[in-house]
């Protein structure tokens, strides 16, 4: 292994050689949860000053880690060591990531507040709505399948749902995620239990009128399919039925922060900032996986 020589070398590979020997015993399931005992490692300026060893490896359920064993060290000006066979310790995605769901009826503002919340705080915002309008245009049998329950309003079978937020976690170097629209339904949440399992740090419940959203949407001015009086008549019924019942689901888990979304676009950003704000800082200090923040 290859060792970039900048001071403290004998700890960076003590600690290199503690984590190789670690890593050889361990199942690949058991490497993500090891990694806690070492420590963090990354190339975020709140890491810097101090010794951050890190493990990472693919799991095949998320597929979010990449095998490797890294070292970073800093003491003031002098800085890092890493294993040259494995990836720079940017890449080493030692924790699992956070996942918030951002639920409200049609039209009540979750796309734009994802939108300025992810470029606040580093989220990648993940459109469960617009994964599935961009499979519509892969001319496929899915697509069409896929078109034609968007325009009656019904929610599309959730393993290609899942599937689409899946990959595109995947494809993603981000560490925290905003799944926006997603899980509509009691099956939805089930099957991303089953094929994700990463538990929402909480749930971000847009609360707003039936007028209001209407309004809303019959001046969104998208071209969206479903923006007709009568496909939106159809989506809020399909809304208080099927998914409500899961926002009362984690809101029975004590995860979810509801919004008052009647307000101006300004004002309810300022009111979700220091939600997010308080999951940066906690990002920082508590270095553990599978944190559950409490709001
Ligand atoms: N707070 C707000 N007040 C008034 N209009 C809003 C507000 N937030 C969003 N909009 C507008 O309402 C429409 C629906 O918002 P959008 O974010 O697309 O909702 P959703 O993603 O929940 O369907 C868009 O045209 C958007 O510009
Ligand atoms: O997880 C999802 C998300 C969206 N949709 C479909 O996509 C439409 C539009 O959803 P989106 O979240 O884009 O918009 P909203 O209805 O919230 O305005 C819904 O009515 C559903 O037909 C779905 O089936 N599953």
Redesign the pocket.
Known sequence: MGIQKFGHTRTILNSLRRLHQSYHSFSIENVVKQKVQFGECGNSPEYLGNLACGVGAQVPASGLFTVGVSTMYNRGSSYIASDEGSMPPSFTLSREPKIVFVL???????????AKVAKAFGFEHL?A?DLLRAEIYSDSDEGRAIQSMIREGKIVSSEVTVNLIHRAMQDSRCDRFLI??FPRSEENRLVYDKVIGIDPLFVLF?DCSLEEMEA??L????GRIDDNIETIRKRFKVFAEVTLPVIEYYRSLGKVVTVN?????QE?FKSILPIFSSIDESMRVNHTVNQKLVI
Do not use: E, V
Not at 219 to 222: E, H, K, M, V, Y
Not at 261 to 265: D, I, L, S, Y
């Open positions: 409200g009826g049609p039209g009540s503002g979750k796309g734009t507040q994802c459109s709505g926006d629209g847009f809303r949407l001046s969104r001015n998208q979304a009647a307000r101006a676009q309810i």
